[in-house]
């Protein structure tokens, strides 16, 4: 019994903290949208860092917009329909655009798996190569080793 007590005094104190908040903070800001927009004065730049007339231009639009209520979606979804897609600054994650996000990363696999074959290949090459040193080394130590030995066997019988 306590412990609601205890708890339920903090999620009414919460709710009423929440409540006291003006509508204001959890209002869509012109910022928000405008990191969303590329200003179309042909500068290419970002809608909240270009300074030209257009771009103060869509900015007011995009206030007048956010003070009827509408949402991000909304505003930004008004401005694909009048400028199209290239009015994003960055394209939205569907259809062709998706290859967009996806082939850095598959180019990125891609070179790895290469780059991984060739030092694979690389390495090999030179364990062969060692090897095959060593072996006509072996070979000709050997060849040389059995000289003597026969050599040393001669000498013991004539002696």
Do not use: H
Request: hydrophobic share 40%; net charge negative.
């Amino acid at each position: 019994m306590v412990r609601f007590i205890k708890y339920g005094g903090l999620i009414i104190f919460s709710f009423m903290l929440i409540l006291s908040v003006p509508s204001k903070g959890f209002s869509l800001s012109t910022t928000e949208v405008e990191s969303n927009l590329i200003c179309d004065c042909g500068c290419g730049q970002l809608l909240g860092t270009c300074e030209c007339e257009r771009a103060e231009e869509m900015r007011t639009k995009i206030s007048g917009m956010i003070d009827k209520g509408k949402t991000k979606e909304e505003i930004l979804n008004s401005f694909v329909s009048q400028y199209g897609e290239r009015i994003l600054s960055a394209p939205p994650k569907k259809g062709f655009n998706l290859i967009a996000y996806i082939l850095p990363f598959v180019g990125l696999l891609a070179g790895l798996i290469v780059a991984v074959i060739f030092v694979r290949k690389w390495a090999f090459s030179g364990r062969k190569d060692a090897a095959a040193e060593s072996e006509t080394k072996g070979s000709e130590l050997n060849d040389e080793m059995q000289k003597k030995i026969d050599d040393e066997l001669k000498k013991l019988e004539e002696d």
